[in-house]
């Protein structure tokens, strides 16, 4: 089925450093939707993008719809430990779609 | 706004058994909600779309007798995996949608059913 290539798989960094991820696809999306999801739990969502070229920020986190539509990038700034987790990048392909398409996510470890 | 709730959080049961799980969402109305099955490491997995007053949507592959789907008010849908046995054990997810956006799903907690 259609795939989203999420990277890194896993990052290991110190507190306090910024971090990036991006999700990129052959196809068009018309959604883009960002969730962290800790262990034990279902995902949360943090931001969600509905235009190509939007920004958007939620305190430390920024996400971008890819102009392209085919990409979108998540930055976490100035990382805390409760940011741990793993974070998955999910889409719509068209407009009206209610199935949403998943990144594998990003496993994201913070030593302090 | 758009809190998803999950019942029971966790399970354990007898295989040969049935389980039911209850997704509900608690402060809006949601005319479809989804069930998803995710397996340790790994990225979520659709099994079916849930909408209210009618016959679930399956995904390929997932037995619509051994998981069976009810969507019977605008909050509340359940999953029902029937004589579960050891290889249903997994972790168990819904989400649902709000009226205003049919491309956003919020997710419950999720049940961790453990059959033994």
């Known amino acids: 089925g259609q795939q989203l290539n999420q990277s890194p798989q896993s990052m290991f960094i110190q507190e306090g450093e910024d971090v990036s991820m991006n999700c990129t696809s052959s196809?068009?999306?018309?959604?883009w939707l960002w969730y962290k999801q800790d262990p034990g739990e279902g995902p949360v969502l943090l931001i969600a993008?509905?235009?190509?070229?939007e920004l958007t920020s939620n305190g430390r986190l920024t996400a971008q719809f890819g102009i392209t539509r085919k990409d979108s990038f998540l930055n976490i700034s100035a990382s805390i430990p409760s940011d741990v987790g793993i974070y998955f990048c999910?889409?719509?392909?068209?407009?009206?779609?209610?199935?949403?398409?998943f990144g594998q996510g990003t496993r994201l470890t913070i030593n302090p | 706004g758009a809190v998803v709730s999950q019942h029971p959080s966790w399970v354990i049961c007898k295989s040969g058994t049935s389980v039911k799980i209850e997704c509900r969402s608690l402060d809006f109305q949601a005319t479809t909600m989804f069930w998803y099955r995710q397996f340790p490491k790994q990225s979520l997995m659709l099994m079916a779309t849930?909408?209210?007053?009618?016959?679930?949507?399956?995904e390929q592959g997932v037995e619509k007798d051994k998981f069976l789907i009810n969507h019977a008010s605008l909050t509340l849908s359940t999953l029902t995996v029937t004589s579960a046995h050891p290889e249903d054990s997994s972790f168990y997810i819904c989400?649902?949608?709000?009226?205003?956006?049919?491309?956003?799903?919020?997710f419950g907690p999720g049940t961790r059913l453990t059959v033994l």
């Open positions: 196809s068009i999306f018309n959604t």
């Open positions: 989400s649902a949608m709000t009226s205003g956006r049919t491309d956003t799903q919020y």
């Open positions: 849930s909408n209210e007053g009618s016959k679930a949507t399956y």
């Open positions: 993008l509905y235009k190509a070229g």
């Open positions: 999910a889409g719509t392909l068209i407009q009206g779609a209610q199935k949403l398409v």
